[in-house]
Structures are given as C-alpha cells and as structure tokens.
C-alpha cells in the first residue's frame, strides 16, 4: 500500500519532540494538517541553530511551498493566531499558504476567564490546565453551544448566538465577583477579528480530500500526547480533546485512507501537572534530566516531572492509537548516566500487572518494576547513523523496541534537523 496519508502522534503526556518530525518529515508532504488541540500546547522547531516555537499553527509551515491547514478539530485562539503570523513574517516565512477550517471553533476571551475560574474552584483537586480557554471552549463545542469560524462572517447572527452564551457564564462570572462581558461588544470585535482570516477559510474535508484524489500526501499533526487523550487518557488529568481518534475527526479524511502512523517516544518520560506518574524519579536525577533536556513547558515555563520510560504507558498508547513506527526522542539526554531503567510492569497491591488501572487512585498506588541496564558515557550528539551510537545506547534501543514490538524508524540525537537518524532508510 502506499503509504501517502501519515499521522504524527505524541505517544505519551505530550512533549515528546513532535515538533522537530513534523517539521523534518514536511519535506516529503504536499499537505501539513493540524487536527486537534489549541494553543495550550508548542511545538519547539529548531532550524540552523535558532528555536522557533509555535502553538497553533502547524509547525509544516517552515517547510517551503506546503499548504498548511488548521483542522476542524483544533480550537482557536484569534490573538495567539494573528501573533503567530505575524512573527512568521517578521522571520521571512510565508503565511500565504495557510488555511484554517470554516468548522474550527473560536476561543473566546470569556473562555479563558471561566478557564481560571475553574482552576481557582478546584483548589487542592486542579486539574494542571494552561488556563487558556482551551477545556470551556471545547465544552460549548459539545454543548452544541460553540462558535464556529463560518460563524464570524454574519454579524447578526454572530451577535444572537454570543448573547446565548453570555447569558449563563455572565450569570457565574457575578455570582464570584468577576467582570462580566458585553455580548455585543464581543461580538462585534471577533466580527472585526473574522474579517482577517476570511479569505483563508476553507471546507477542511473538501480541500483534504480533493487533494488526495489528486495525488498529493498529507501529513497530520496533532498536540499533547496518547496519554492526556480525554478518553484514553489519566482521566481527569488530560486535555479536553481526543488526540488519538480526532486524526481522522479533526480533518475530515475517512479513517481508511490514513495509512501511516509514527508515534513520537521520549527516550524517558516527562510530565506537566498533576495526575498518577508511576516510573517517576524522585531524586536528583530527575533534576539533571530536566536540565540537559530542557524540560520545562514551551508555552507555561513549567518545570516537568521527570521520570524513566515506561513501557506499559507506551504498549498501551501503541494499542489505542495504531502507531506502527517509531521515533525516538532526547536519547542524547541520557548520555552520562550510569544505570538507566525501564519500567515494564506495575506492582499493585502485592500482584504484577501490565496495564494502566482506570481509577487514578488505583494508578497512584502502582509501583514500577524496573529493568535495568548499563547506561553510557558517550556524547551522541554528532552520531550520524546506528552504527556510530555507544554500545550499551543501542541495547537500549534495540530493547525499547523488542519489548514494544514496533519498529524504531528514527533517532533524534539533538534538537536540530540534522541531528536525526533514519534507521534502516
């Protein structure tokens, strides 16, 4: 079969270095999609030295002479979008080629308020959120309350429907003593702010799939990770979208034509917020971790939790998703450690499991079970092919991927476009 349709997915909480393949594999597309997410989440792209971070717009858009479309799927931010543009231009990268779906919903800024006031409710139980508008925005979308970007271009009805969702939040935003919104202020900015993108809206599933049956490959990416996926995800420490199944959703291609699908792999594990983090490391290690690879988030600056790999996790998102290849990520990161360990089962409750319990309380009560193995000293970070990587850095990798029982295609050995091997290409 040829493979012409790939989809990109975070295999685990998100971080995993999406970003760098979308914008290496672009090359090969004609077509980049965002299918799913908002800006609560970047892909850092780093191109000859110098890092360039985005949140909404597909990181495709550094590829030359792409059509770069924003799904269906995706939530958006106007501001954060206009922002966006408008520091591609100033870095000499065309946006002429961008096209955002007519059925992408609108963030609003009451959206991002309800956000914090939700996040100040929770207290002690917060969810983690970015508090970017992203959870009430898709809540109105499923509400059937939402704001559509084909709803931007009739002020009338524009106006109807921001006064139907004003009229409940206005009333929550008094009762805690917060500003309320002038529905027909609101929607007579976001009318003004429509009239900006209007000539780059389109039909997603129509311009998708005609070029499709005109021969040309499409490549998706998504944001976040399998594991903050809010049906397969550590519920309720997730996203407020679905990252795996919104592929096909989130685009409007029927599920059947995609084809291909490389999961993005942390050669460790990372993760913002709360939730259950069995193979977590809770010593100075994980300081070390975070430091050598940066890990603190691209759009909150929050330090991550650091922890080893964990090979449950990562079984159970191949299962869910369907990826069938592997990238492997900040392996770079671990040179200099002595032992490194995998986690290959859980201990709950005196018995070994090897699946992720549904309740959190279960989850948090899991202890790992360790495999561990020599580590290596080496800086692998000009390792242009397998053959050149340290010993004990290929048992690693040749066991990630035994017990995966998926193939490793690619290994990122640094943050820049070069510093990829294609195994076996």
């Not at 018995?351 to 319990?357: A, G, L």
């Amino acid at each position: 079969m040829k493979k012409n349709i790939l989809g990109i997915i975070g295999s685990q909480y998100g971080d995993e270095g999406k970003g760098k393949f979308i914008d290496l594999l672009s090359e090969d597309y004609d077509v980049i999609v965002r299918y799913q997410g908002g800006d609560n989440a970047g892909h850092t792209i780093v191109i000859d030295g110098k890092k360039h971070k985005l949140r909404l717009i597909p990181s495709g858009i550094f590829a030359n002479n792409k059509d770069i479309v924003i799904g269906n799927g995706v939530v958006i931010n106007l501001t954060t979008l206009f922002s966006e543009i408008d520091y591609l231009i100033e870095n000499n990268i065309s946006t002429s080629n961008l096209y955002i779906s007519n059925k992408a919903h609108i963030i609003f800024d009451f959206h991002i308020e309800l956000d914090k006031l939700n996040e100040e409710n929770k207290g002690s139980n917060k969810i983690g959120t970015t508090c970017r508008g992203i959870g009430p925005c898709y809540t109105d979308k499923a509400a059937r309350i939402g704001i559509r970007v084909a709803d931007l271009f009739d002020l009338d009805s524009l106006k109807e429907k921001v006064n139907l969702i004003l009229s409940e939040k206005n009333q929550l935003f008094a009762k805690y003593n917060k500003p309320i919104f002038d529905a027909e202020k609101v929607a007579n900015q976001y009318y003004l702010l429509g009239q900006k993108i209007k000539d780059k809206v389109i039909d997603c599933s129509v311009f998708l799939n005609n070029a499709i049956n005109n021969g040309k490959k499409i490549l998706l990416e998504g944001a976040q990770g399998v594991l903050l996926d809010i049906d397969h995800g550590t519920y309720p420490f997730v996203t407020s979208s679905n990252v795996t199944s919104a592929i096909a959703g989130g685009s409007g291609i029927g599920i059947t034509k995609i084809n291909n699908l490389l999961g993005i792999v942390k050669a460790y594990t990372s993760r913002v917020g709360s939730g259950p983090f069995v193979s977590e490391i809770h010593n100075e290690l994980s300081t070390y971790i975070r430091e050598r690879g940066n890990e603190y988030g691209t759009v909150t600056k929050r330090p991550r939790r650091i922890g080893w790999i964990d090979i449950v996790a990562l079984k159970y998102a191949i299962n869910v998703s369907g990826i069938n290849e592997l990238a492997i990520t900040l392996i770079d990161v671990l040179s200099g450690i002595d032992k490194i360990k995998l986690c290959v089962g859980y201990m709950y409750e005196g018995k070994e499991i090897n699946y992720i319990p549904p309740s959190n309380n279960e989850y948090s009560k899991c202890d790992p079970i360790y495999i561990t193995i020599d580590g290596w000293k080496e800086d692998i970070s000009d390792c242009k092919d397998v053959h050149s990587l340290p010993e004990n850095c290929k048992k690693y990798l040749l066991l990630i991927q035994k017990l995966l029982a998926t193939k490793i295609s690619y290994i990122s050995v640094g943050p820049d476009r070069n510093q990829t091997i294609k195994v076996g290409k």
